[in-house]
């Protein structure tokens, strides 16, 4: 089993497959390799961190807290083009137990 400092939920099935399988089995969630691959390693990134803040100082994620309807939520990019949008929760304050609830892999500029 993966030891995460972060713990992961997958909120959507296909978010799931794409990190664990590399594909998903929905055609509508098909995407390039490539970022596939860059999701991959996005995650695990956010995964590694002791918090979310954290995500701060790896400048090619570009974390941010965003705004307007998609207030609550957090995003990395996995390219110029996508992102993983997240929601971030503390257990009780304690900053060594965050979870991170992926939303969505999207193409923020659709």
Not at 11 to 25: D, I
Not at 42 to 48: P, Q
Not at 54 to 74: P, T, V
Request: proline share 1%; charged share 35%; glycine share 4%.
């Amino acid at each position: 089993m993966l030891h995460w400092n972060m713990e992961i939920i997958f909120v959507n099935n296909y978010l799931k497959e794409l990190y664990m399988e590399g594909k998903s089995f929905v055609k509508k969630h098909r995407f390039q390799k490539d970022i596939i691959k860059r999701y991959r390693k996005a995650v695990d990134k956010i995964a590694e961190a002791i918090k979310p803040e954290d995500l701060m100082q790896i400048n090619s994620l570009r974390y941010e807290k965003l705004k307007g309807n998609k207030y609550g939520l957090s995003s990395v990019r996995v390219s110029d083009k996508y992102r993983i949008e997240f929601e971030e929760q503390q257990i009780n304050g304690e900053e060594s137990i965050t979870i991170c609830n992926i939303i969505e892999l999207s193409n923020h500029y659709k």
